[in-house]
């Protein structure tokens, strides 16, 4: 069974709107969490590193005033597109390691986000 | 720029046969690796994995080779099965915790 978990798996939201995704590490605690974004026909692209109890550390390019990562709980980061536009339609995916320095990392099942 | 590189966009191999998927990474400072199989609008599933002081690890059909001093490695997948069509990518790490992903390989298994 999936060990991350996100949600919601598929979203649609008007333009200017702001959407939320969750990302909970089931059975097991993550101090650390990523938030990745895949273009089409691209790699998938790390985005930011969520850091449980202190602010996220962003990728250069990613405006992280647009993408808001919350890590409010061992289990739980939460990415929120503020004011979406049709071009931040995308597919997102957070994932987790469990266990450190050398656990296995974990994927969430991946979030589409259509912005209309 | 793009660390890690799959230079091979697709692959097709027939039914019981072997897929060698390849990556190259520039980073001489990875010393962590992964491969993920993943099917559309689905999240990446993690498959395997080796560490920089190991050449080989194997796991039941599946085996990653690291070549450290050509910055290569490759997925063997024996015998292939039809179901092992997806999209493979290679993921590497170094100091820290983010991993840096390759483009991606696109196997399909002919029945």
């Known amino acids: 069974g999936a060990v991350v978990s996100q949600h919601p798996s598929r979203v649609i939201c008007k333009s200017g709107t702001s959407v939320k995704i969750e990302c909970r590490s089931l059975?097991?605690?993550?101090?650390?969490m990523f938030w990745y974004r895949q273009f089409p026909k691209k790699s998938l692209m790390l985005m930011a590193t969520?850091?449980?109890?202190?602010?996220?550390?962003?990728e250069q390019g990613v405006e992280k005033d647009k993408f808001l990562i919350n890590h409010a709980s061992l289990t739980l980061s939460t990415l929120t597109v503020t004011s979406a536009h049709p071009e931040d339609s995308s597919f997102y995916i957070c994932?987790?390691?469990?266990?450190?320095?050398?656990?296995?990392?974990?994927f969430g099942e991946g979030s589409w986000l259509t912005v209309v | 720029d793009q660390q890690v590189k799959q230079n091979s966009p697709s692959l097709s191999v027939q039914e019981g046969r072997i897929s060698i998927l390849n990556c190259d990474y520039t980073?001489?400072?990875?010393?962590?690796f992964l491969w993920y199989k993943k099917y559309p609008a689905e999240g990446p599933t993690f498959l395997i994995s080796?560490?920089?002081?190991?050449d080989k690890n194997e796991d039941g059909r599946f085996t990653v080779f690291l070549n450290k001093s050509a910055k290569h490695l490759s997925l063997h997948i024996v015998p292939s099965q039809p179901g092992d069509s997806a999209v493979y990518f290679c993921?590497?790490?170094?100091?820290?915790?983010?991993?840096?992903f390759g483009t991606g390989t696109s196997l399909t298994v002919i029945p």
């Open positions: 980073n001489s400072m990875f010393d962590y």
């Open positions: 994932s987790a390691r469990r266990g450190f320095p050398e656990g296995t990392i974990y």
């Open positions: 993921a590497a790490s170094g100091t820290g915790n983010q991993f840096y």
């Open positions: 080796i560490s920089s002081i190991k």
């Open positions: 059975d097991f605690q993550a101090t650390t």
């Open positions: 969520s850091n449980e109890g202190s602010k996220a550390t962003y």
